[in-house]
């Protein structure tokens, strides 16, 4: 390997300023004249300050989060922060040299000074590890999940190092290219000029590749493969004989067009003989109608059916119309279902609809727009044959949904006053960071209030829960028309948000959330990539934690509902029934 090769072989720390020639020359006699260890050094290619801001923020990820992780999870944080760290490192020892006007590159430090530099990170690895220890085990407790195991840590150090050195690769790659696009420039512009079309051309590419190339076709692929497992049908799902059921004898839509979830959500609920032993009064049949995403190409087309299959039910003469909406695949929390069920002795409708193939995770990611607009169409098509009614002959309607099925549940409504002006109630459920209202509700709390669970005007409309005793704050009187918001202040799908990477939130400048630890800090990037491995772990955790919520939903609906006759001991009955799926 040539002296030119190793000083272009680093992310970023290069010195492509320095022209071809005589001082290229000196360069190489310089390097060849380097003891061997020193020459070593220089052939790995590291620059020492990307190698000790790398260690520094290897170290930061092993800080606590909102949830608890895994090995494999808390590997790939610290591997991503310690390449985020030595790119900056790095990217810090350019700038700093371009503003002086230093053309080469500095040398790098001696052996005595890696050892030293080794010998450090050692120590201080190890004493970060008892402290990473310590601080899993208090949230661990916190949540009720059991405690890492020994092993844990070899697999953390080993994931870390693999995702490290790849992202490093794929950095040092990026940067070879920017180096070789400005050395073909500079045979017919000046040096920083090429440096900077070099960088703005390499800048483009990549981002017509992510985005044009491997977004494109790998969302294609993710689509047909969530397309066939639409198809499947899960072992516990039979095909509905009930008329008042979409896919059934009469139905607008076929069975098989339901999609996977939509034959789950129509054909598990409770029976009448459930409903009548639970109430102890003769039940009647709920209806639920859906329509999948085979159902019709448009998403307007779809709520149009769906909202025709409620008239065709009989649905609009029920006590109440529930208008859910879906995560991405169709899925809907049962238990938020079956509550409502349960209350009104299965008196009730509720009306759904799929705009996706995708998960749920994948879908917050790329079908935000699809969302929108399914929430937007499902509740208009509804709303327009219920205020065809006469006033007195009206169902009372409410709305829900969770995580991306709270974005699209608020599509239809600018403001809370709005959805109090349209709706009789509402109930969303793990919001996430694109919801608008919520958003827009949370920076107007009052005074006082924190981030985590605000106080919007009052709470004369409006309640944010994490618990069921948060229903009664603040004390004060609470409109006949109810919106309730039920989060979490560890569910990584709320507090979750790009502004992470460079700005501190208001939830860690306030008093921490009730389940987050108090030495939970925010640190510049590296709290980000921990909320973004978060996310992916948010629902494997007990109830009342990240983004798993049972329990608290027949709370909620019976403050927003105040069902006839229902007390709160019933709600405690109640809840050993549920089930989230």
């Keep these: 390997m040539s002296a030119t090769e190793v000083r272009t072989d680093h992310t970023g720390g290069s010195d492509d300023q320095t022209p071809a020639g005589a001082d290229a020359d000196a360069r190489t006699d310089s390097t060849a004249d380097a003891p ?125 190092i693999i995702v490290s050195v790849l992202l490093m690769a794929v950095g040092r790659g990026w940067a070879a290219l920017v180096r070789w696009l400005g050395t073909f420039s500079r045979r017919f512009l000046p040096p920083r000029v090429a440096r900077t079309v070099a960088a703005a051309i390499v800048v483009l590419i990549t981002v017509f590749l992510v985005n044009g190339v ?7 692929a993710l689509n047909g493969a969530f397309a066939a497992a639409n198809d499947e049908t899960h072992a516990d799902t039979r095909p509905t004989t009930s008329r008042l059921r979409s896919g059934g004898p009469e139905s607008l839509v076929n069975w098989d067009s339901l999609g996977r979830q939509g034959r789950t959500f129509i054909s598990n609920s409770p029976t009448t003989d459930e409903l009548a032993a639970f109430n102890k009064a003769p039940a009647v049949e709920p209806i639920r109608v859906f329509a999948g995403l085979n159902s019709a190409d448009d998403v307007y087309d779809r709520a149009e059916i769906a909202a025709r299959e409620l008239e065709r039910t009989g649905g609009l003469r ?24 349960y209350m009104y002795n299965g008196n009730t409708a509720t009306v759904s609809m799929q705009y996706s193939y995708l998960p749920s995770w994948l879908s917050f990611l790329s079908d935000q727009d699809r969302a929108r607009k399914a929430g937007l169409a499902l509740f208009e ?40 002006a349209r709706a009789d109630g509402a109930l969303f459920v793990g919001p996430t960071f694109s919801n608008s209202v919520w958003n827009d509700a949370t920076d107007q709390r009052d005074t006082g209030s924190p981030q985590w669970l605000p106080i919007y005007r009052d709470g004369a409309n409006v309640r944010f829960v994490a618990d069921p005793d948060d229903l009664t704050r603040p004390d004060a009187a ?20 790009p502004r992470l990477i460079l700005n501190k939130p208001d939830w860690l400048k306030e008093r921490r959330g009730r389940d987050v630890l108090g030495s939970t800090r925010w640190i510049p990037f590296v709290t980000f990539l921990q909320v973004s491995a978060d996310m992916a772990i948010s629902t494997d955790v007990p109830d009342g934690h990240g983004h798993h919520f049972l329990a608290a939903i027949p709370y909620a609906w019976a403050e927003i509902l105040r069902p006839p006759g229902w007390t709160q001991a019933k709600t405690e009955t109640l809840i050993p029934l549920l089930t989230r799926s």
């Design 478 to 497: 609470w409109g006949d028309r109810r919106v309730v918001y039920l989060q979490h202040a560890s569910d990584p799908i709320s507090w979750w948000s």
């Design 36 to 160: 061997p260890r020193r020459r070593l050094l220089s052939v790995a290619g590291f620059e020492f300050t990307g190698v000790v801001v790398a260690v520094v923020f290897a170290w930061l990820s092993a800080t606590p989060s909102l949830l608890p992780r895994g090995p494999l999870f808390q590997g790939v944080v610290t591997g991503a922060s310690a390449a985020v760290g030595y790119s900056l490192g790095v990217f810090a020892a350019w700038v700093l040299r371009y503003m002086l006007s230093h053309e080469t590159r500095w040398s790098s430090p001696g052996p005595r000074v890696w050892l030293v530099t080794a010998v450090i990170a050692v120590i201080g690895t190890a004493a970060v590890g008892v402290w990473f220890s310590d601080w899993q085990t208090e949230i661990r407790d916190l949540m009720g999940v059991d405690h890492l195991t020994g092993w844990a840590y070899p697999v953390i150090a080993v994931v870390a």
């Design 318 to 341: 029920r006590a109440v119309v529930a208008i859910a909406s879906t995560t991405g695949s169709g899925w809907i929390n049962r238990a938020t279902v079956d509550s409502i069920e």
């Design 214 to 220: 491997l977004v494109d076709y790998s969302m294609r």
């Design 381 to 420: 098509a509804v709303d327009e044959r219920i205020r065809a009614l006469p006033l007195n002959e009206r169902p009372r309607v409410v709305v829900f949904g969770e995580s991306l099925g709270s974005f699209a549940g608020e599509a239809a409504f600018g403001t809370i006053p709005s959805i109090t």
